[in-house]
C-alpha cells in the first residue's frame, strides 16, 4: 500500500514539474506578444512508461510556432518584413550564422547593416556612408541615394529550412539551426519556397493572446489538481507511517 502512496506521490511531483515547464514557455510567448518577427513555441510532453505503469509526463521538446505575423507598416526606411516563408541571417559569433524574422535594421559607423543588438546582416553590400536615402526592394535589392545618382548598394538574400519549426532558440529573438530543421537554404527573395521583402513594414509578434491566456487557465487548474492530488497522498503517508509506529 505505501509503494503505491509513494508512486502517486512522485507522479504528482513530476506533474507539478512538468507544468511549470509549461508555465516558463506560455510565460515567454506572452512577454514577446510585441516583439517585432517573433516566433511563438509550444510544449511536446510525451508520457513516461516503465514496465507498462504510467510514471507521469515529461516536456520532451519545444517547437516552433511558425506561421506569418501580421505585416505593419512604418516610416522606417530601414524597416523591411518578409511576406512568405525564410528569415534573415545575422552574423552573431565568428563563423556562426543566427536566423530572425525581425527586420528592424539600422545602420552603424561602418555602413553596416545591423539589428538593436549590433549583429551584422548577412547580404552582399555595404551601404555608402554619404548615402542619404536607402530603399529596399521586394526581391531583395538594395539601392542607395548617393548625391544624385541611385546605386546599386547590394542583394540582401533569405534563408529556409525543410523544417523551420526544428529551429532552437538562442535568446534575443535569434534562431539557431538544428539536426531538426535541416540545413540552411539561402535563395533570392520572391523565388520559388522563398517569400518577398515588404520596405518601410515590419512583421509582428505570431503569438496569440487568447490562445496563450486559455493556455495558461487550463495549466492553473491542472497545476491545482496535482498540488491537491500531492498533499492528500502525503497526508496519507504520514498517516501510515503514524499507525505503524503505533
Known amino acids: 500500500m505505501s509503494g503505491s502512496l509513494f508512486h502517486v506521490l512522485n507522479i504528482s511531483r513530476i506533474d507539478m514539474l512538468t507544468k511549470m515547464d509549461d508555465l516558463d514557455i506560455v510565460s515567454n510567448n506572452v512577454a514577446n506578444i510585441n516583439t517585432s518577427g517573433y516566433k511563438s513555441n509550444r510544449g511536446n510532453f510525451q508520457e513516461m512508461l516503465e514496465k507498462l505503469n504510467y510514471e507521469g509526463v515529461t516536456l520532451s521538446s519545444s517547437q516552433l510556432i511558425t506561421k506569418q505575423g501580421a505585416i505593419h507598416e512604418t516610416n522606417n526606411q530601414l524597416d523591411v518584413a518578409i511576406q512568405g516563408n525564410g528569415f534573415f541571417g545575422l552574423t552573431i559569433a565568428a ?3 543566427g536566423y530572425t524574422r ?12 545591423v539589428n538593436s543588438n549590433g549583429y551584422p546582416l548577412v547580404w552582399t553590400g555595404t551601404i555608402p556612408l554619404e548615402a542619404t536615402e536607402v530603399q529596399i526592394q521586394e526581391d531583395g535589392l ?10 546599386d548598394a547590394g542583394i540582401i ?3 529556409r529550412f525543410a523544417n523551420p519549426s526544428g529551429l ?19 535563395g533570392a527573395p520572391g523565388s520559388t519556397n ?8 515590419i512583421e509582428g509578434s505570431n503569438v496569440n493572446y487568447a490562445d496563450e491566456v486559455t493556455h495558461l487557465m487550463t495549466l492553473q487548474r491542472a497545476f491545482q489538481m496535482s ?11 504520514s498517516q501510515a507511517i503514524h499507525m505503524r509506529k503505533a
Do not use: C, Y
Open 227 to 237: 498540488t491537491r492530488t500531492f498533499q492528500t497522498t502525503d497526508t496519507m503517508i
Open 168 to 186: 532552437t532558440n538562442n535568446g534575443n529573438n535569434i534562431l539557431l539551426e538544428s539536426d531538426s530543421s535541416g540545413a540552411p537554404q539561402a
Open 102 to 113: 525581425d527586420g528592424q535594421f539600422l545602420l552603424d559607423a561602418s555602413g553596416r547593416l
Open 142 to 151: 538594395v539601392r542607395a541615394l548617393v548625391g544624385d545618382d541611385w546605386i
Open 157 to 159: 538574400q533569405l534563408t
Open 194 to 201: 522563398f517569400g518577398t521583402l515588404m520596405a518601410h513594414s
Open 95 to 97: 563563423g556562426k550564422t
